[in-house]
């Protein structure tokens, strides 16, 4: 447990930091002709908690982020529907030298936060800090007009939920492993990534290769 304070104060004091170290890491088209079959991706979904160390290569990661959460038609509509197409889902990606906002319209992850937050995702599930990149979904349930806290927070978690779920089929059907989880340190990542109180983060999924 104080082992567990001490790392987190650590992060603290290095998020305080800023990205500053940090430069845009510009993604690449996805390459939309790979894969296996949609059926096949299905029939071989599961989760794996446990990940090879090697970072993805920039089209992996490129084309991961696309299917979860990338832009797939020219009105801006992603890859992953919303309720009423109100877009409140933001994806970041947490890697070994910082954390980045996926940017899907200008194709990029924009640096949030310099050093390595993976600790924060896995929380007390230390198998899954191995994995090279935990995407973290967030909804903003401010872009949510005229619903109630609760209706706010049951869309968000669906919206949410079904970006995992592309991350998952992204991840069967092209030779990468994930788990999805709710498991995290919500309330110090909240601060690591500069969220307001509206944005909430919903899941996680560690990404990598089969170990
Ligand atoms: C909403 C949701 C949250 C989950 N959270 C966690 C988690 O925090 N840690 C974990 O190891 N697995 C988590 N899982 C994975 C489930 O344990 C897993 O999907 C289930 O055991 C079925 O296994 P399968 O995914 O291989 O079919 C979660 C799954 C879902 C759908």
Not at 49 to 75: M, V, Y
Request: proline fraction near 4%; hydrophobic fraction near 45%; aromatic fraction near 6%.
């Amino acid at each position: 447990m104080k082992k567990l304070l001490i790392i987190a104060a650590m992060l603290l004091v290095a998020a305080a930091a800023g990205a500053q170290g940090l430069t845009p890491v510009k993604l690449n088209e996805p390459n939309k002709d790979r894969g296996a079959s949609v059926m096949k991706a299905l029939n071989d979904r599961h989760s794996t908690r446990e990940f090879s160390t090697e970072k993805l290569s920039l089209q992996d990661l490129s084309d991961l982020l696309w299917a979860a959460n990338g832009i797939n038609r020219p009105d801006g509509r992603r890859t992953a529907a919303t309720a009423r197409n109100n877009q409140d889902i933001d994806v970041y990606a947490i890697m070994e030298e910082g954390a980045y906002f996926y940017d899907a319209k200008k194709n990029e992850l924009t640096p949030v936060a310099e050093g390595d937050y993976r600790a924060l995702i896995a929380d007390r599930q230390a198998s899954v800090l191995d994995a090279p990149v935990s995407l973290l979904v967030v909804s903003d349930v401010l872009r949510f007009t005229g619903l109630d806290a609760e209706m706010q927070k049951q869309w968000g978690a669906l919206d949410a939920g079904i970006v995992s779920q592309n991350i998952m089929i992204f991840a069967s059907g092209c030779g990468l492993v994930t788990v999805p989880r709710v498991y995290m340190n919500s309330e110090e990542i909240k601060k690591v990534l500069n969220l307001t109180e509206t944005q909430i983060p919903m899941i996680n999924n560690p990404v990598g290769y089969r170990r």
